[in-house]
Every structure is written in C-alpha cells, then in structure tokens.
C-alpha cells in the first residue's frame, strides 16, 4: 500500500511540474496559448538570425504555425503567428536573414502530397524587377493564391466517380476517335482554323458586344412599332398582288431590256473607231470654246445688235418712237478707204460700166461687150 501511495504521489508531482512550466511559459509570452504549434520548437528551418514579413491570405485553410516556408523550391523560413484582420488571413512569416526575395514575388500556398503538410513557397517572377522585399514588408493578397486543398479535389474526386457524366463523356471520346481515325491531318488543320476563328472573336468581343447591345435596342423599337409594322404590312399586300398578277409583263420587259442592251453594246462596238474620230475632232473645237472665255458671250450679245446691244435695247426704245444720233465721216479719205475699199473689184467694174453713157430706151436690150478672161 505505501508503494501504491508513493507511486501516486510522484505522478502527481510530474504533472504539477508540467502544468507549473506550461503555466510559467504562457506568463512569459505574455498572450495566450495555442498549443504545442505557437512554442519555439527545436531543429528549426532557421538557424541564426532572421527578419519578419507579412503575407495576407484570403484562406489559410490547415496552415499552422512552424509550417516550412520555400523560395525557388528551397527553404528558408518558417511561419510565425497567423492572424485574422478584415477576413483576410496575415501570416507571420520569419526568413533566414541574408535571402533576398524579389519586391515582385508572388506567394503560393501549396501542400506537399495528397495528405502531407501544407507550406507556403514565394514564386520568382520570371523577370525580376529592381529591389527585394524588407523586413516588416507585407506581401498583398493580390500577390497570393493557393492550389486546390485536399478536400477540393477529393470533392471533385467524388463528383466524377459517382455518375457525374463519366459514361457520356467515354460514349463522346469513342465517336470522336471513330470520327478522326485516318484524318489526322484534317483535324489538324481544322483545330487550327477553329483556333483563330476563336482568336478573332475574342479580339472583337467589345464590337460583338456592342452589336448584340444594338440588336437589342432595334429589337426594343420594333417591338414597340408592332402596330405600324403590322399596318405597313397589311398595306403592301395589295401592291404585291399587283406585281404577282403582271409577274409575265415584268420578266418580258426585263427581257426585252436586255436585247436592247445587247443591241446597244453591238452598236456602240461597232462605231467605236468612228467615235473615237468624232472626239478627237471635236477637241479642237473644244478646245478653241474653252480658250475664247467670256469673248464668244460678247460677240453673241454684238451679233443680236438692231442696231442696238441687247443689254441697251430697253433703254434705247421707251415708246412708239427711237431717237437716232448718228455721226457720218464725208471725207474724201473715209470716202476712199472705208467706202469704196470695202467695195468688191468685180462690182467696183460694174458700177465703172454703168456710169458710161448709154441711151436709156435701147441699153437694157443691147448685148454689154465684157472683157474675157486672161485678156488685157
């Protein structure tokens, strides 16, 4: 019996001593405790000095504290404590001093099989900026992302293998094959076309966008123009009874068109040489037109003259009577050189005839002796 008691009474005191140290460790660290995970624990990932950056999570999902923390599939820290602010996860992550992390890093929260421990590993980009992340940075949550968890893909797992589809999707596969089989080349080809006909659409999704948008509002207008539409409707159908009932007279009209066309065609091939000519007669006529400007609208006024302008004869003749001042040159020299200059030779010899003396009973039947041509 006193073994029993003494046996009893040294478990207790091992206990007493093992709540005393974890009471006496949570006194230390001042806040409270949350298991084994949140005390420093021997062969750490980080051995020497280290500094302390922030990573924000949108879900942390088993992620505990001292899980390993990896750069470039290295590792070089661990994590620290895990807090909630604004329902976004911070996680303390402590890194081995003297590993310089690129500023554009991103973080991902992945897991090391199926069922191993989740970690956190920073991503390098693939072309790193200037400048490296400093203690007490924070990494943003749109620098983080996660893989899918255990159960995510267990989930989807479970989704596949309990009917979801499996037996279709085997039926689809078994024709497609059947389908391509010997036409590789074909399907090749028409993958690729597929390809960019896709491309394109997604190049022009704004405008396919805006054009559905535009159907739309059309479709908006007739609907609210059903009425008149209908009416607009109605009110042709006499006019298409009319066109059906002359639907012969038309087609032997339109028929009828095309044989003048045919002639006219022959003609004008015919006569393409003899209107080349023409035109190219023409062009100096044209020409002469185009070059006299405003002097032919001048001579056409001077031509229409009786004997006034046209542009003064209104104001020549106000009544029943025109007033006429003319001025008359009974110069010898006007006489000379006006008159009788602008008098033709051969009538200029007629007059000289006329003025010899001739008896006026018997002249008019007396054959005039006139001198013949060549002689002098």
Excluded at 176 to 194: E, M, P, S, V, Y
Excluded at 232 to 239: E, F, K, R, S, T
Excluded at 290 to 311: A, H, I, K, M
Aim: glycine letters at 10%; charged letters at 20%; aromatic letters at 2%.
């Amino acid at each position: 019996m006193r073994s029993v008691e003494h046996q009893g009474r040294g478990r207790r005191r091992v206990g007493a001593a093992v709540a005393a140290a974890l009471i006496g460790a949570s006194t230390l660290a001042g806040c409270r405790f949350d298991g084994p995970n949140s005390l420093p624990l021997p062969g750490d990932a980080i051995s020497g000095d280290s500094y302390s950056l922030t990573v924000q999570l949108a879900d942390v999902q088993n992620l505990v504290s001292n899980s390993l923390v990896k750069y470039d599939n290295v590792t070089v820290g661990q994590i620290g404590a895990i807090r909630v602010n604004q329902s976004l996860a911070e996680v303390e992550v402590q890194i081995s001093e003297g590993v310089e992390i690129p500023h554009d890093a991103t973080v991902t929260l992945a897991q090391t099989s199926v069922l191993g421990a989740q970690y956190l590993e920073f991503v390098p980009p693939a072309d790193p900026g200037p400048g490296h992340l400093l203690p007490g940075d924070t990494v943003g949550v749109g620098q983080s992302a996660a893989y899918p968890s255990t159960e995510s893909v267990l989930a989807a797992l479970s989704l596949v293998l309990n009917g979801s589809g499996l037996e279709q999707l085997r039926s689809i596969m078994t024709e497609l094959n059947g389908a391509t089989d010997g036409r590789t080349a074909a399907a090749n080809r028409a993958i690729a076309k597929l390809k960019t006909f896709v491309g394109g659409l997604h190049r022009q999704r704004d405008d396919i966008g805006r054009a559905i948008d535009s159907l739309g509002e059309l479709s908006g207008t007739l609907a609210d123009q059903n009425s008149t539409i209908a009416e607009g409707v109605d009110a042709m159908a006499p006019a298409l009874t009319v066109l059906a009932d002359q639907r012969s007279d038309l087609v032997a009209m339109l028929d009828r068109v095309g044989v003048f066309g045919d002639k006219v065609d022959d003609v004008l091939s015919r006569s393409h040489d003899d209107l080349a000519t023409v035109v190219s007669e023409l062009r100096p006529a044209v020409k002469g037109l185009r070059e006299s400007g405003d002097d032919l609208v001048g001579s056409l006024l001077v031509g229409l003259t009786v004997p006034f302008p046209v542009t003064t004869i209104d104001k020549g003749m106000k009544g029943d009577y025109q007033n006429l001042f003319l001025t008359l040159d009974l110069s010898v020299g006007a006489i000379r050189d006006k008159v009788i200059g602008s008098i033709p030779s051969v009538d200029l010899a007629k007059m000289a005839v006329s003025r010899q003396a001739a008896d006026p009973l018997r002249a008019p039947l007396e054959r005039v002796n006139r001198p013949k041509a060549g002689r002098r």
